[in-house]
């Protein structure tokens, strides 16, 4: 079946530090891969999404790439702000699959301190 | 344009208890879905709806059932509460399926004694 592996949290970093968040799937079919953002007290919201293989999503200084050899779509941000602390989840939809759903990961807890 | 809307946003039941959570989207999306929210468990699909009159099952269907009369309307109940089911419960709309974005509700926290 499908599945979504993303590294486990938290992770604590201080304002304008490099943040990667690891995520890899494994997919029956041809997957969309999604970044889901969850700030405190809130529902999820979309962060970015790739549909095709080598195809960069990015939003607010975010960026991931859709890495078929690799099945991953590793999350990164060059210099974090205090206003970034939220969980992060990878998600994935396949195309043409007998189901329709997000498949999540677990979710990555970020803490951005001043 | 208020997107998803969720009621209530906070309920306690007690055990065997019946209750219904509303769900509401003004965006005329056909599709809308439930997941339900664990701590260490991410989101996980409980059932959906690709349009009105058409539901179907997610990967934890059970203890919950859903209809769909209308495009804007997607209510999730409870038959009988039981503890395992207290979680936070989100409700999702999207244009359509694989590759959409979808758009969540700010959720509803269960607490079921």
């Known amino acids: 079946g499908d599945s979504v592996t993303q590294m486990e949290g938290p992770v604590t970093l201080s304002e304008e530090a490099f943040l990667t968040i690891n995520c890899t799937y494994t997919a029956t079919g041809y997957p969309s891969l999604f970044w889901y953002v969850q700030y405190p007290g809130e529902g999820l919201q979309l962060l970015l999404k790739?549909?095709?293989?080598?195809d960069k999503g990015s939003n607010k200084g975010f960026e991931a790439t859709y890495r078929k050899e690799t099945t991953s779509f590793h999350l990164e941000k060059g210099s974090v702000q205090v206003s970034d602390s939220a969980v992060y989840f990878c998600?994935?939809?396949?195309?043409?699959?007998?189901?329709?759903?997000?498949?999540f990961g677990k979710g990555t807890l970020l803490t951005v301190n001043p | 344009n208020a997107g998803v809307t969720q009621t209530p946003k906070f309920q306690v039941l007690k055990t065997g208890q019946s209750m219904t959570l509303q769900c509401a989207q003004d965006m005329n999306h056909e599709y809308m879905s439930w997941y339900r929210q664990d701590p260490g468990m991410g989101l996980r699909l409980i059932h959906y709806?690709?349009?009105?009159?058409?539901?179907d099952q997610g990967e934890v269907p059970n203890g919950y059932n859903v209809s769909r009369s209308t495009t804007e309307d997607f209510p999730l109940r409870l038959l009988s509460a039981a503890p395992s089911q207290t979680s936070v419960y989100f409700c999702?709309?999207?244009?359509?399926?694989?590759?959409?974005?979808?758009?969540f509700g700010p959720g509803t926290r269960l607490l079921v004694l």
């Open positions: 998600a994935l939809s396949v195309v043409g699959g007998s189901n329709y759903k997000l498949t």
């Open positions: 999702a709309s999207s244009s359509g399926p694989a590759g959409e974005t979808q758009y």
């Open positions: 709806s690709v349009g009105a009159g058409i539901t």
């Open positions: 790739a549909t095709k293989a080598d």
